[in-house]
């Protein structure tokens, strides 16, 4: 029995290719159109697009192109190819921007982008470019049923922005280059003051501000120390409760101490 059912599957895959085959080397327009939308509402994308790739230009200017131009690229966009998927709901856009398919070609374009965000750790030039598509996005379809979704992954794309900024920032102090640290920290505070980072950004600064104080000459060591502390003060009275606060507070002795040292040289 199950042998037999075997064979009837083999045979009916067997069959559809054969169809597929013929349909694709065909000169008739029509098969492919009715095959290439079979394919489409049953998730074979990949054949579905070789036959709507043959056929599209035959249909321009014709009832039928809207419908097309849309399954065309959105078979690419469920192939995973953003990148030639966004260009051409992009276009579809431009050409249809009345369609009731618009709205959600315009987003399935911008989400795209968004795919194409590479990990925090890289080259973020994709990331920004998503946001703004995005955002584009959100800003031209206020009333979308979309705009929640659009408004969740701009966030989550600010995030890697701010992931990678806040890295490079501990990077320099991580390789004892404390002055471009705090430089980065202080500039990371001020592109992205509602980050979730910002608890930890004030504690790596004073860490970094700590270092370069400790380590420095004598006649720069005074205002340096001072400096410190002053991000000490800034941390503590922002995030009492931070989980780097014990660790801050040693710092912040071990800087009192070394002041007072100075203060009783001098």
């Not at 009837?8 to 009715?34: M, N, Y």
Request: hydrophobic share 35%.
């Amino acid at each position: 029995m199950k042998r037999g059912l075997y064979i009837l599957l083999v045979t009916l895959i067997l069959v559809s290719c054969s169809d597929f085959q013929k349909t694709l080397k065909s000169e008739d327009t029509s098969a492919k159109f009715d095959m290439a939308e079979e394919l489409y509402n049953d998730g074979k994308w990949a054949k579905s697009f070789r036959l709507l790739d043959q056929i599209l230009q035959k249909y321009r200017g014709k009832p039928q192109a809207e419908k097309l131009t849309f399954m065309h690229a959105m078979c690419l966009y469920n192939m995973k190819e953003y990148y030639r998927s966004s260009y051409h709901l992009d276009k579809f856009t431009d050409i249809y921007p009345q369609s009731e398919k618009a709205e959600q070609a315009s987003f399935l374009s911008a989400k795209g982008y968004y795919y194409n965000s590479p990990i925090y750790s890289k080259e973020q030039k994709e990331t920004i470019e998503a946001i703004e598509k995005l955002q584009l996005f959100v800003n031209a379809n206020p009333n979308s049923q979309y705009l929640s979704e659009a408004n969740t992954l701009v966030k989550e794309l600010d995030f890697k922005l701010e992931k990678k900024a806040f890295e490079i920032a501990k990077q320099y102090d991580l390789i004892k280059d404390y002055k471009a640290s705090i430089k980065s920290f202080n500039n990371f505070l001020l592109e992205f003051p509602g980050t979730t980072l910002r608890s930890e950004a004030f504690y790596y600064r004073l860490d970094a501000a700590y270092n370069l104080a400790i380590l420095s000459v004598e006649y720069l060591k005074e205002e340096r120390l001072n400096e410190a502390i002053g991000y000490y003060n800034a941390l503590k009275k922002a995030y009492p409760n931070s989980e780097n606060i014990q660790n801050a507070t040693a710092l912040y002795n071990q800087l009192q101490e070394e002041l007072n040292t100075l203060k009783t040289k001098s």
